[in-house]
T-cell receptor
Framework: DGGITQSPKYLFRKEGQNVTLSCEQN?????MYWYRQDPGQGLRLIYY???????QKGDIAEGYSVSREKKESFPLTVTSAQKNPTAFYLC?????????????FGEGSRLTVL | GIQVEQSPPDLILQEGANSTLRCNFS?????LQWFHQNPWGQLINLFY???GTKQNGRLSATTVATERYSLLYISSSQTTDSGVYFC???????????FGSGTQLTVLP
């Protein structure tokens, strides 16, 4: 089935460690996105990518990094510079970063920093 | 940037009741989506509806773009409808959807 797969679903990290969250899609979508959600809050955009080897910062990019070496994959690294990394992270994709691109989400990764 | 306001912030219903959720936005939009976030956190697409009316089973949505609002109707609500409903819009030359803060729906058995 076509879809977006995020892994791991749950992750625990010690302070000072970098962690990488995986996001893979087989929808043949050009655009991919990472969002962060804190408890009781809406979604905030971290990074997005319109095409391979290109990505743009969203509203809260500080302390995060991404890469887009393949169309299907858009991993997110939460670095030790991110002051409050405990959150729910959602990956999404759309046909393109255009005015008509419907967004689809993965199941999310829940990161807890101990 | 565009502002998106959802109302009500919280809604508690008895199973079988109907409800209307509202999304107001401050500028013209090219894209509007409704999502349901289930208790496990997954965001499920409900409607892609920049204008007009759509129906899917017990759910329907209407967007009146000229008046800058969208409505999500849930009829004969079930406990599985519980969760948070988000509206998200894309405006002008923006490259990202802007999300509202959501409506928390609780359906009691």
């Amino acid at each position: 089935d076509g879809g977006i797969t995020q892994s791991p679903k749950y992750l625990f990290r010690k302070e000072g460690q970098n962690v990488t969250l995986s996001c893979e899609q087989n929808l043949n979508h050009d655009a991919m996105y990472w969002y962060r959600q804190d408890p009781g809050q809406g979604l905030r955009l971290i990074y997005y990518s319109q095409i391979v080897n290109d990505f743009q910062k969203g509203d809260i990019a500080e302390g995060y990094s991404v890469s887009r070496e393949k169309k299907e994959s858009f991993p997110l690294t939460v670095t030790s510079a991110q002051k409050n990394p405990t959150a729910f992270y959602l990956c999404a994709s759309s046909i393109g970063v255009s005015n008509t691109g419907e967004l689809f989400f993965g199941e999310g990764s829940r990161l807890t920093v101990l | 940037g565009i502002q998106v306001e959802q109302s009500p912030p919280d809604l508690i219903l008895q199973e079988g009741a109907n409800s209307t959720l509202r999304c107001n936005f401050s500028d013209s939009v090219n894209n509007l989506q409704w999502f349901h976030q289930n208790p496990w956190g997954q965001l499920i697409n409900l409607f892609y509806i920049p204008s007009g009316t759509k129906q899917n089973g017990r759910l329907s949505a209407t967007t009146v773009a000229t008046e800058r609002y969208s409505l999500l109707y849930i009829s004969s609500s079930q406990t599985t409808d519980s969760g948070v409903y988000f509206c998200a819009v894309l405006s002008g030359s923006a490259r990202q959807l802007t999300f509202g803060s959501g409506t928390q729906l609780t359906v009691l058995p």
